[in-house]
């Protein structure tokens, strides 16, 4: 079988017959050769390494159904030399799971979380072709178009959105040449749909969620036309009823967007773009100044149209940063900036969560940066930038003034203003006006109402 599909390949790549191979194979190893992959000098590329493979298989949708596909197949990789991967949609491995011996083969072939096995890459392969023919499908020996796979049987199935149908990833067996491989094919496929159908009852159990979170709340907040919408458009709540049609489009963002029969609204993201909030306005949504007041305050000023708020100390430090920075900071340049050298990004990202609560799609992400117009007091010609917020030790801010304005040591230095228990405003009554897109800042953690759903620890 293996040399009669050397020869196979041969004679196609060469534009002989496809005689003797299957359509979807011979099909594959055109595409391969179109990419320029070379059967005989191609390894998979590992583009993600370290914190990245970490950081992406934690954000990635199938974390949350990782676990079970693990658990469901762990008898068809214990003792038999086989192995269970799990990867996204563009063929980065995200999960290896199987016998020391096959993973230590494995790895030197690069089958490992971070590589990269679609069909430009390294040709076909269970896990490439499976994403580009988005059906299951078993590539076996020399079907392989790389000449070091042929010692590999590889049989996967693509995992869709139960909701959109988009590709989320793929699951795929993979062992030697010569293990029984005869209900391999069924046993993926039937495990992608019952990763399917996992996804499908989390969505539903989330979006139960956010209903029961936010609907009352939000109808007394705002007192006008909101809605909870999904990122594919699907309306998840509405109020008043009816406002809205069941559908929208789809949103891709946060900001100022316009309805199909012309009404104008704001989207604000509900956690990880998966989720929005959507307020419908009065009018055209214009682009409004954010106004920044910090120069003898302890605690900076926002104004936004005709909304006023007053931050917290901690916040006050942290927007007055990001508007000094309008390229934006990560979280850990953000940590250093407002707690110094000891700063964590995580105590960062929780202020930010609470901040966005206020700015809503105002606060920009990777990096954190404020979006739209920006004025700000310490900023404008002839200030006295030293005057900005006096009572804050953060670093960066008093790299700002130009200097400290108090002896960090001192212990009769007063009381800092940001203090995160003791200034933090018991619920939105700090807007002194009731219309506008942002009186809401008592809602909850919004950055983390969709973190149940595709966020799971790795």
């Given at each position: 079988?293996?040399?009669?599909?050397?020869?196979?390949?041969?004679?196609?790549?060469?534009?002989?017959?496809?005689?003797?191979?299957?359509?979807?194979?011979?099909?594959?190893?055109?595409?391969?050769?179109?990419?320029?992959?070379?059967?005989?000098?191609?390894?998979?590329?590992?583009?993600?390494?370290?914190?990245?493979?970490?950081?992406?298989?934690?954000?990635?949708?199938?974390?949350?159904?990782?676990?079970?596909?693990?658990?469901?197949?762990?008898?068809?990789?214990?003792?038999?030399?086989?192995?269970?991967?799990?990867?996204?949609?563009?063929?980065?491995?995200?999960?290896?799971?199987?016998?020391?011996?096959?993973?230590?083969?494995?790895?030197?072939?690069?089958?490992?979380?971070?590589?990269?096995?679609?069909?430009?890459?390294?040709?076909?392969?269970?896990?490439?072709?499976?994403?580009?023919?988005?059906?299951?499908?078993?590539?076996?020996?020399?079907?392989?178009?790389?000449?070091?796979?042929?010692s590999f049987a590889c049989t996967a199935a693509p995992i869709h959105d139960p909701v959109t149908g988009d590709l989320l990833g793929v699951i795929d067996l993979t062992s030697a040449v010569g293990v029984d491989a005869a209900l391999r094919l069924s046993l993926v496929t039937t495990t992608a749909k019952l990763a399917e159908t996992q996804l499908h009852a989390e969505r539903l159990q989330q979006q139960a969620r956010?209903?029961?979170?936010?609907?009352?709340?939000?109808?007394?907040?705002?007192?006008?036309?909101?809605?909870?919408?999904?990122?594919?458009?699907?309306?998840?709540?509405?109020?008043?009823?009816?406002?809205?049609?069941?559908?929208?489009?789809?949103?891709?963002?946060?900001?100022?967007?316009?309805?199909?029969?012309?009404?104008?609204?704001?989207?604000?993201?509900?956690?990880?773009?998966?989720?929005?909030?959507?307020?419908?306005?009065?009018?055209?949504?214009?682009?409004?100044t954010l106004r920044f007041e910090g120069l003898g305050r302890a605690r900076a000023v926002v104004r936004v149209g005709n909304l006023t708020h007053e931050l917290r100390g901690r916040h006050s430090e942290i927007l007055a940063l990001l508007i000094a920075d309008p390229v934006g900071m990560s979280a850990e340049e953000l940590a250093r900036e407002v707690y110094g050298s000891a700063g964590r990004a995580g105590s960062v990202r929780a202020e930010m969560s609470r901040l966005r609560q206020v700015l809503?799609?105002?606060?920009?992400?990777?990096?954190?940066?404020?979006?739209?117009?920006?004025?700000?007091?310490?900023?404008?010609?002839?200030?006295?930038?030293?005057?900005?917020?006096?009572?804050?030790k953060a670093p960066g801010v008093a790299a700002l003034r130009g200097g400290p304005l108090h002896d960090p040591d001192d212990p009769h230095d007063p009381d800092d203003a940001t203090d995160d228990g003791a200034d933090a405003p018991a619920d939105a009554a700090g807007w002194t006006a009731a219309d506008g897109p942002l009186g809401w800042a008592d809602l909850d953690d919004l950055d983390g109402a969709a973190h149940d759903f595709g966020r799971h620890p790795a």
């Open positions: 079988m293996g040399k009669e599909q050397d020869t196979a390949r041969d004679r196609i790549l060469g534009g002989g017959t496809s005689a003797g191979v299957s359509p979807a194979i011979h099909a594959s190893w055109l595409r391969a050769r179109s990419s320029g992959v070379r059967p005989d000098a191609t390894l998979p590329p590992v583009p993600l390494v370290d914190e990245a493979i970490v950081r992406h298989r934690r954000e990635h949708p199938l974390a949350a159904v990782w676990p079970t596909l693990r658990e469901s197949l762990r008898w068809a990789t214990a003792d038999t030399g086989q192995l269970l991967i799990v990867g996204d949609a563009e063929g980065h491995l995200l999960w290896c799971q199987g016998d020391r011996d096959p993973l230590r083969h494995a790895e030197r072939v690069n089958m490992t979380p971070g590589s990269l096995w679609s069909e430009k890459a390294v040709g076909t392969t269970g896990v490439g072709t499976a994403i580009a023919l988005r059906r299951p499908i078993q590539v076996i020996g020399a079907e392989h178009y790389v000449s070091w796979a042929r956010l209903r029961e979170k936010y609907a009352d709340r939000l109808t007394r907040r705002l007192g006008a036309q909101g809605a909870i919408i999904a990122a594919d458009g699907s309306v998840l709540h509405a109020g008043p009823d009816r406002w809205l049609p069941n559908r929208v489009a789809g949103l891709t963002g946060e900001g100022p967007v316009v309805l199909p029969d012309g009404r104008h609204a704001v989207a604000e993201s509900l956690g990880a773009g998966r989720y929005f909030l959507l307020i419908a306005q009065d009018g055209e949504c214009g682009a409004t809503g799609h105002r606060l920009g992400s990777d990096p954190y940066r404020v979006t739209g117009e920006t004025w700000a007091d310490f900023l404008q010609p002839g200030a006295c930038p030293r005057a900005l917020l006096p009572k804050s």
